[in-house]
């Protein structure tokens, strides 16, 4: 006898063609050996038109959270830590994980057999999960994009899906594997250690470096007035003319919705590149926002990749008053850069966070 698949509530709200289109796949999905409860699981996660893609390349949830911690060979707190770390919901009843689960637990235990701290482990978890979250948000995307066209079924819908998942994760997976070992291989050398360190045995604290925000002007106010599309890819565009303009020493550090953060051991080549972006924003057309930046240098703390102190927030606070195509920045980078650029007194600002007023500058190209 069939699924009542209307008694489940999976056709709650469908009607006509499309409650005729969701009983179609519900039905490939039984045929192909999903089970009722991960049918229902999907549905309420939103990821029924997924689920075939996950059988096409052999992620299967076949595993309760104790047979997660039996199969990994680590403690129960550890493995809960770990899978919070990855990203992904912490699920202790019914079966929620996967083959894939439970290598990447076992990797894990690996890595503290061969004397990595708990803690380390827990923030490069971290970071991959939100990295490899973003990247697959993204690839998702990509595939849907080969295969929709119009009129199609949700059955015919996710079985396209399901044969481009097929295809493309074996040529994923060492791309990925590739890029780490590069990023490893060139990153800018930033946990210097010297006599101190190796006499203590522990890494440096603090150190001085000039970070720098970049942040698209009325980008908000852009939200109101564009399609969410149109939105993202201001905000792609952003990303890559950063990507094309840095050079060692200069690094990027992340962006934050609308803004871009850099930093560096020296205060020339960031300004350069600063002043670069506010030009390339510029060519970039009227339709295009344009920027503002802010500079400050001093002694920061780099810890997982982000950085943070005094240089970071006043450099933030900067961006925020800076005027358009501008960069906004303090008596310090003008000391370090002083020559080859216009330099304009812009008065002395009380800045929220910062205890005392910060004389400021406003540098141009000659």
């Known amino acids: 006898m069939g699924v ?10 469908l009607e006509g063609e499309e409650r005729q289109s969701r009983v ?4 490939t999905l039984v045929t192909e050996g999903c089970s009722l409860d991960d049918i229902k699981r999907a549905d309420a996660e939103g990821q029924l038109l997924f689920m075939l893609a996950g059988r096409a390349i052999d992620v299967e949830i076949k595993f309760t959270f104790d047979e997660l911690v039996e199969r990994s060979g680590i403690d129960e707190e550890l493995v809960a830590r770990l899978v919070r770390a990855q990203g ?8 929620a994980y996967t083959d894939t689960d439970v290598t990447t637990a076992k990797a894990a235990k690996d890595f503290l057999d061969a004397g990595l701290p708990v803690e380390d482990l827990l923030t490069v978890s ?5 990295g490899f979250e973003q990247a697959a948000q993204a690839m998702r995307g990509a595939a849907m994009r080969m295969v929709l066209e119009p009129g199609l ?3 015919e819908l996710a079985t396209r899906y399901a044969h481009a998942a097929r295809a493309l994760t074996p040529m994923t997976e060492p791309l990925l594997g590739h890029l780490l070992r590069l990023h490893l291989s060139k990153s800018v050398q930033t946990e210097v250690v010297g006599a101190e360190e ?6 440096p604290g603090a150190r001085p470096v000039v970070v720098g925000f970049a942040d698209l002007v009325g ?30 020493p200069v690094r990027f550090v992340k962006t934050i919705g609308d803004a871009a953060m850099l930093v560096s051991p020296e205060g020339e080549p960031l300004l350069e590149t600063t002043l ?3 030009d390339a924003a510029d060519s970039e057309g009227a339709d295009f926002p344009q920027l503002r930046a802010g500079l400050a240098a001093g002694e920061a703390l780099s810890r997982a990749g982000d950085w943070f102190g005094r240089p970071v927030n006043l450099a933030s606070r900067l961006t925020a008053i800076a005027r358009p195509a501008s960069v906004l920045t303090t008596d310090k980078l003008h000391e370090m850069a002083p020559d080859g650029y216009r330099w304009s007194k812009a008065g002395i600002r009380a800045i929220k966070g910062i205890p005392d007023p910060v004389p400021l500058w406003r540098v141009r190209r000659p």
């Open 4 to 13: 009542d698949w209307a008694a489940e509530g999976l056709l709650d709200g």
């Open 24 to 27: 179609e796949l519900l039905e």
């Open 88 to 95: 992904f919901p912490l699920l202790r009843e019914g079966r």
């Open 126 to 130: 971290r970071l991959l999960g939100r």
């Open 153 to 155: 079924s949700e059955r």
């Open 198 to 203: 190796r006499q203590t045995g522990r890494l």
């Open 219 to 248: 980008f908000t106010r852009l939200g109101e007035e564009v399609p969410p599309d149109e939105l993202g890819a201001v905000a792609g565009r952003l990303e890559e003319m950063v990507l094309d303009l840095i050079d060692p």
């Open 276 to 278: 670069a972006l506010v």
